[in-house]
């Protein structure tokens, strides 16, 4: 199952693709491809810029709090590759994978390196989900089933789960911490690092402005992605519409983010009476936007290879020995 299930998430992000094809035809896709002009590009640039340092600052926060050395400069730079990657590979989330085992083998502790990307995205998908229920509470009207029914139960395994989190963290984590058992033991272990990464007041107060500011940043894109499209709505009326597509785009069913996003935005334009061809159309200038600001993210990977493959100078000259000539 474990080697199948990548090739599930593929396929479910291509039969949803393909039923938006066969529903909508392709023109929605190819308008979406011809709407991306220089203006669009130079804003996906600038806006990817500032939403990549503020989550590489929360990794920062995150990845300190847990005892790993992390500079911001190099956190942007691995934060690109990361975006980068994850736009181009099909699971959507390998380049985070790469960016949590590299740190973590540069800092001596893989394990933690890992957990402190965990935790750094899971902050973000938090505040995309209390979004979304926000935009479900408050309107419902926009909001066709199943979709409804989706976020909320979402919004509540994440309480359960974080009350669970810290209801055990209290009465178990420091028992656990010296059991005999290993995964009591990883447990209690993964627990303390939860707590000092995402919940301290010296560091829950950054991480969440931080990912509020991120999720502004992926708005604004959609909105520019949205007037490229040619939509004319209100932003108002849009980011009801934006928050539940970014959520979709988090389900474990696309390749490089297309999918989800698609059907989701389809669907969701559709019942606020806009198209659901509009929809998908905004979904796909929003998917090349998207993947136009990682691009820096390209440049740091053809860095990073060209300097691992560029033999490393010698540290010293190598000296000739010189011939002296016969002085009698």
Known sequence: MKR????????????ILGVL?????TRAFLDGLREVDAGGVAAALAIGFVTTVF???????????????LSLPTAVGEYYRALFLNGVLPAGVLGDVDRAVQHGRGAGDVLRGVRAVVLERTAGQ???????????????????????GVVMVAGIVVVVLAFAAVVTGMTAGKHWIHSGSKWRRGFAVTLADVRLGLLTKETWPG???????????????FVVAARAAGVTAP???????????????GLPLNIGGWGPREGVCALLFGAAGLGSAQGVTVAVVYGVLALVSSLPGAGVLLAGSFKTRTPAAPRFAARTPVKTGDTR
């Open 4 to 15: 199948l299930w990548p090739w599930l998430r593929i396929l479910g992000a291509l039969a």
């Open 21 to 25: 094809v066969w529903q909508l035809g």
């Open 55 to 69: 989550s590489a600052w929360r990794w920062c926060l995150v990845a300190r709090r847990l005892s790993l050395k």
């Open 126 to 148: 938090v505040v995309v989900i209390g979004a979304s229920v926000a935009v479900v509470l408050g309107t419902p009207s926009v909001v066709p089933p199943p979709i409804d």
């Open 207 to 221: 991480v969440s402005l931080l990912s509020v500011a991120t999720l502004a940043g992926h708005l604004t894109l």
């Open 235 to 249: 932003a108002g009326e849009l980011l009801p519409l934006m928050i539940l597509a970014l959520l979709a785009m």
